[in-house]
């Protein structure tokens, strides 16, 4: 039983650091992202309505809106307990 607490412990803690270095990488390809759309110009052409007059589109810059899947995933910390890690495993 505490060899199995062991491993599980270790493997939580690998997961813990897994988990930071994906974090890093998806907020830089995060900024990468804002930062391409940010250098994206609009298109500044008329477009004929449904009524048949020009409508002209805003001069506001557009901005980047990311997927909800772009938010950081939970992790669980190595000072979780069996419970949590139980729920937590379950869950996801």
Same mark, same amino acid.
């Given at each position: 039983?505490?060899?199995? %607490?062991e491993? %599980?412990?270790?493997?939580l803690m ?8 994906s974090?890093?990488r998806?907020e830089?390809?995060s900024q990468?992202l804002?930062h391409?759309v940010?250098?994206?110009?609009p298109?500044?052409h008329?477009t004929t309505t449904t009524?048949g007059?020009?409508?002209t ?5 557009w901005q980047?809106k990311?997927?909800?899947? $772009?938010?950081?995933a939970?992790?669980?910390?190595s000072s $979780?307990? %069996?419970?949590e890690?139980?729920?937590?495993y379950?869950?996801?």
């Amino acid at each position: 039983m505490e060899k199995q %607490l062991e491993q %599980l412990t270790a493997l939580l803690m690998q997961q813990e650091q897994a988990q930071e270095e994906s974090q890093r990488r998806e907020e830089g390809m995060s900024q990468i992202l804002e930062h391409v759309v940010s250098q994206q110009e609009p298109s500044h052409h008329s477009t004929t309505t449904t009524s048949g007059t020009a409508a002209t589109s805003s001069s506001a810059p557009w901005q980047a809106k990311f997927p909800f899947g $772009a938010a950081p995933a939970p992790h669980l910390s190595s000072s $979780a307990s %069996l419970r949590e890690f139980d729920a937590w495993y379950h869950k996801f």
